[in-house]
């Protein structure tokens, strides 16, 4: 098998595994118990939190477990009564935006925010920006301490006029944790949505990082966990499985950087006939590739046979055959849209793999066009 | 034997004043004082944890154990001098009025009532001939936080652990099974907790937008949400920005001066201001045991005693002092001893 969808999924690693282990049995107990074992693992959850927090320059009371990064992008909306969002934003955060008097701000041909659209439309009723630091289908990072520099003086300005309408940002950084050195303050964020599934941690577990003063209503209620943000008995190995993650997400972010770089080199040079979408501002795992008069969804088939797994797009939205929004958003034509392929680089990559993930693809991208040209 | 009650926080320091009490053969009740439960955006009040800790050691140590709730009186006492003064601009501290007004007044009345020799609490602080003195750990003394209470709750006051170092204190509880090894130490003022007292007061005041000026060129550089909410010394926090064409010295800026009339907070970056140094304090609502010339003040919690001499109402100082907020404490000593002290004018 050749994988290359980790902006879908990722394995989770073994050490991670390893860690999460004894919080399904011996340390099972709920961490509201009064005895002193479970007060043991109600310490052991605070710890893996402060693990999170302190990767992204935060402290642990500022984080909300949540399930998931849908449920925390959620979750951040609540401080929303009017709100902006990037039009090539993850569904998660488009469909909640909806439900906040939600508009949407354009973005350039590489996919970055339109800061002229941007300034625009920050009228002064706004109370919530949400702009991810990657894009889920391109890669594509977004110029946030830029943002965030513009909101300062927004808001700024606000004082200065005496409108006391709070503003806050919001990024979903689901895809970057494990390539981008992030921090809350440098970033100049407010919320901020990370994600254990896709940085080699289990599914089901996110968190959002809120700053002080931020005000958020819950969307669960109960035992009033989590700062009353978030009740429900907490996910202890699911947080002890994403401290793990992203301590080694953070131990190998400069190795891992330069490794995928070297593969995306490697298979751009070696693929043929393609056109490369996504040119500018990516991380450096991110391959959006389009072939012209191809359909890329019988790519996917046709690769799977042969045990190469690849993508078109977010794989929420390729299942429902729906168009990819963000594509469209940076100027596609429908039939280049129906010709791109996301490749998506991680750890279970080598550069043998690259070898022969090139051979495939070419293979099977001549078979198409012969297919075509004969039919 | 005396028949002690001890204030129980379900901390470290209070639960081995207990066990020494109880070691020592005295009758003791364990009390944990409810004051506070309201929680606050983002931040959980952990009263019941607190109140769950102090409850599982005076299981432990066989001690009968009370919940005496002074939510109200807190709240008239304390939270609401506390608010009242940052609206005057202030910068009150409210842990010096909890302990005045609720641990050894409310607290002590009520004791003596059911029959006390003593309170005691987990404090470092000693009593040497019937004065307030300084802890045996210079590190962890609390006498700033103590010098309003009366001499009438003193003569009745034991602090178990005030000759003993922290460390040893941690030890000791370890050694009696007490140790609460997954506690962290509460900082900051208890209720206020981790959101800060910024975030604490927009609970309770309304931001009202002003103008950030540099004090000594008028020029404004900014705005804040109210006066109220700054400190002076306080460096943190200001939106300052959008100033094109100002070469950005990386210096920041600290609050010395605010006019609440104006809603205006001025600001300087340089150190040598004359707002920030003084030799002269003057202070109210004075407390003075023993009238000693030449004093030893100590300005905050933990900071260094300094010499000065107090006439009338002001302190004069040897040398030029960064002069604290209005509404902070400045605590007196003659050696060890605490003499009393004022709030800063």
């Known amino acids: ?375 | 034997m005396a028949k002690v009650f001890v204030g129980m926080s379900g901390g470290v320091d209070s639960s081995v004043s207990a066990a020494l009490l109880v070691e020592q053969g005295h009758d003791v009740t364990g009390i944990y004082m409810k004051n506070w439960s309201r929680d606050l955006p983002g931040m959980k009040c952990p009263w019941a944890e607190d109140l769950a800790d102090a409850k599982r050691v005076a299981v432990k140590l066989g001690i009968p154990f009370e919940v005496w709730d002074f939510e109200k009186e807190y709240r008239e006492k304390v939270v609401e001098y506390m608010l009242r003064e940052f609206k005057a601009g202030n910068t009150p501290n409210p842990d010096i009025m909890c302990n005045e007004e609720i641990k050894f007044k409310l607290f002590y009345e009520k004791a003596m009532e059911r029959g006390a020799d003593f309170i005691a609490t987990g404090h470092y602080a000693r009593i040497i001939d019937n004065n307030l003195a300084r802890a045996a750990d210079e590190n962890k003394d609390q006498t700033y936080f103590l010098y309003r209470i009366s001499d009438e709750a003193l003569m009745h006051t034991l602090f178990p652990i005030g000759d003993m170092l922290k460390p040893d204190v941690k030890k000791l509880a370890e050694k009696k099974g007490l140790h609460n090894a997954y506690k962290k130490e509460s900082m900051g003022v208890c209720f206020v907790g981790e959101v800060g007292m910024k975030d604490f007061l927009k609970e309770y005041i309304d931001v009202q937008p002003g103008e950030i000026r540099e004090i000594s060129t008028e020029k404004v550089l900014g705005y804040h949400e109210g006066a109220v909410f700054y400190t002076i010394g306080q460096r943190h926090g200001l939106y300052i920005s959008g100033n094109k064409g100002e070469i950005n010295d990386g210096l920041p800026y600290y609050v010395v001066k605010k006019d609440l009339e104006k809603n205006i907070v001025y600001v300087s970056k340089n150190l040598n201001d004359s707002h920030i140094w003084t030799k002269e304090l003057k202070l109210k609502d004075i407390i003075l045991k023993n009238d000693t010339p030449n004093i030893l003040v100590r300005l905050r919690h933990r900071a260094p005693l300094v010499p000065a001499t107090l006439k009338n109402d002001t302190l004069y100082f040897e040398s030029e002092i960064k002069r604290p907020a209005s509404g902070q404490s400045a605590v007196f000593y003659d050696g060890e001893i605490c003499l009393g002290g004022g709030i800063i004018c």
């Open chain 1, 1 to 375: 098998m050749i994988y290359l969808d980790h902006a879908a999924a990722t394995p989770v690693d073994p050490r991670v595994l390893k860690a999460m282990e004894p919080y399904f049995s011996r340390d099972f107990f709920n961490p509201s118990s009064a005895y002193l074992p479970a007060k043991k693992v109600a310490a052991d959850y605070q710890t893996a939190k402060a693990t999170i927090a302190h990767a992204i320059g935060a402290k642990s009371s500022d984080l909300v477990i949540t399930a998931g990064a849908t449920e925390a992008n959620n979750l951040a909306f609540t401080a929303a009564t009017n709100a902006l969002y990037l039009k090539t934003e993850h569904d998660s955060v488009r469909k909640v935006a909806k439900n906040h008097h939600g508009v949407e701000i354009a973005v350039d041909k590489y996919g970055r925010i339109d800061l002229a659209d941007f300034r625009a439309k920050l009228a002064d009723d706004i109370d919530l920006v949400s702009v991810s630091l990657v894009n889920n289908e391109l890669g594509v990072i977004q110029p946030l301490a830029e943002i965030s520099g513009i909101i300062r003086e927004v808001k700024f300005d606000r004082l200065r006029r005496g409108v006391k309408t709070p503003l806050y940002l919001h990024s979903d950084a689901s895809q970057a944790l494990n390539l981008l050195d992030i921090n809350v303050a440098r970033l100049g964020v407010d919320l901020l949505t990370l994600n254990a599934a896709k940085i080699y941690g289990p599914k089901g577990v996110g968190a959002l990082y809120v700053s002080h003063g931020v005000r958020l209503s819950p969307v669960t209620f109960g035992g009033g966990q989590e700062n009353g943000l978030r009740s429900g008995t907490e996910n202890v190995p699911g947080a002890i499985g994403f401290a793990k993650a992203v301590e080694l997400a953070h131990e190998h972010l400069n190795g891992n950087r330069k490794k995928y770089a070297e593969l995306k080199k490697l298979l751009l040079s070696e693929l043929q006939g393609y056109e490369l979408i996504n040119k500018k501002h990516t991380l450096d795992n991110f391959i959006v590739l389009c072939y012209n008069d191809i359909d890329a969804e019988r790519l996917i088939y046709l690769l799977e046979e042969k045990e190469v797994y690849v993508s078109t797009g977010a794989a929420c939205a390729a299942s429902k055959g729906q168009k990819s929004h963000v594509l469209a958003a940076i100027g596609l034509s429908d039939e280049q849209i129906a010709g791109s392929l996301r490749l998506t680089l991680g750890e279970t990559n080598d550069e043998g793999q690259i070898h022969t993930a090139a051979k495939i693809i070419n293979e099977v991208v001549a078979n198409e066009y012969q297919r075509l040209q004969n039919g």
